[in-house]
């Protein structure tokens, strides 16, 4: 099964136990409202770690009615951030969510030894997108956390993000590994690493999808412009997965995804113990909630 | 291979540098009696011609040319090919350096721009079902990708000749796995793309693959890898000269297997062989030059 559109998530969720999701640091009003509003929509249960006047006041402002709601009173982002990382690793939550505090703050706490999410595997970032010219949902990654993968950094962002994919239903996942063009170019890297995923793929190295790059971003999305160009390729113009070069490739990718093709967007922090929603401030708020939904979607405990 | 050649009913002439050497003399006799080829036989006149008499040959059969030395013989040789007089040269009892020297020269030599010299040999294995073609057994110690790419398409070049539309081509190792312990894995993943997207041409190409599962169904079977070479090679790229000289000698002492070969990358087919090497083969290398004329 693939997503036709960010909505089809919903579907994943319905009749199963409603996930926990705790908002460290919650008294923050982007983030608030967003779990508020996925609470309210029946997706998650949350449970609310902060200064507990700072959320009052932002829920009463906002007319949020939180009376059921339960809300843990630390003042301390820092120990806020560690209280509901400790939630998670002890299996009393099954997603964290950044609150009013900086993304390198809590992942520093995720990676805590002792008591963080830490799972061995590599973390990164999958974003998922629903824009009206694809026929259906493509995911995205790493846009936002690896900078500069190397062929083993690669391979463990693949298989974070085909597990997810695995997880939201998608058996076989069609992995585009982009590059500027698709052929094999030995002075662009990207097409270098791009041949030797494909192969490692064939040989059941990276398993549960199907690999193929390089694609230029034509080839990978556009059936017509692969077939112009000759491609033989089960994952040209069918991607289910984008694997960028880099995150200045990715980055402006999502943003123009974003800003000019008026893509919905979902995305979630991968390779932890637990889905992490981790979303900036100039998120929308339905990028917010959405990314929430996909936590709930691809939660596995 | 010889049915093939005499099928071509052509006749090309033959240089042949420093000729003074028995089983050179015979191999070209043969060739000549067999109507493949007219010699022009390049070294100490003197020599040649007592061996001619030793073996009971007609030396007028041959053109026969005087040389002082190695040298000025394979300058010769490669000098008659580069104007048109002569289709393949041959290197007799030359030493290969000094041949080779003759061959690379940048004015007067025979190599295409640019090209990467290499060598292609075909074996005739009596335990394999067809020809199976090898490179590189005999100049580059340790090829590099682009060598690898050349490598591939000269051999590939050669099968198509013998009739082989898309040839199967197996980019050797020690398994089929992908490791960061062989770095020739690399580089044949970059080729087996290259040849996915077309930037090789004409070949069905799959590697790292063992030499199991590159000539044995049985082994993919077992193993049940997904390979389109499928145990059918045609044509087996090695990671090393150290891997593939080994390889054919074994075949060739202990499986009662032959092998003609050719340096690639000239303009004209160059033979070069062993001077330790029977009669036999230096003339199945002939018939091979003839065929790739």
Redesign the interface.
Known sequence: MVLKNLNDLRRLIEGGPKKKLVLAAAQDQHSLGAVIKAWEENIIDPILIGDKDGIQNICSLNNYDITSLKIIHEPDLEKSVEMAVKMVSSKQADILMKGKIGSSALLRCVLNKEWGLRTGNLLSHIALFEVDTYHKVIAVTDVAMNIAPNLKEKIAIVNNSVACLNRLGYNIPKVAVLGAV???N?NMGAT?D???L???N??D?IRNCIIDG?LAFDNAVSIESSRQK????EVAGDTDLLLMPDIEVGNVLYKSLVFFAKAKVASIILGALAPIVLTSRSDSEQAKFDSILLAAASSNS | MEQKVLALKKKYRIAVAWAQDHNTVGAIHMAVVKGLVEAVMIGKSAEIIKICRAEKIDEKLFTIIEAESENQASIKAVKLAKEGNADIVMKGLAGTDKFLKAVMDKENGLMLPNAVLSYVGALEIPAYHKLLFLTDPAVIPFPDLDQKIAMAEYAIDMARRFGIDKPKIALLGASEKMSRHFENSVDYAIMCKMADRGQIKSCVMDGPLDLFLACDKKSIEIKGVETPVNGDADILLFPSLESSNPFYKGLMLFAKSELAGLIRGTEKPVIVISRSESEKSKYFCITLACFMV
């Not at chain 1, 000759?230 to 390729?233: E, K, L």
């Open positions: 698709e052929m094999v030995e270098l791009a041949a030797l494909s192969k490692m064939q040989r190295q390089p000759g491609i033989r390729s």
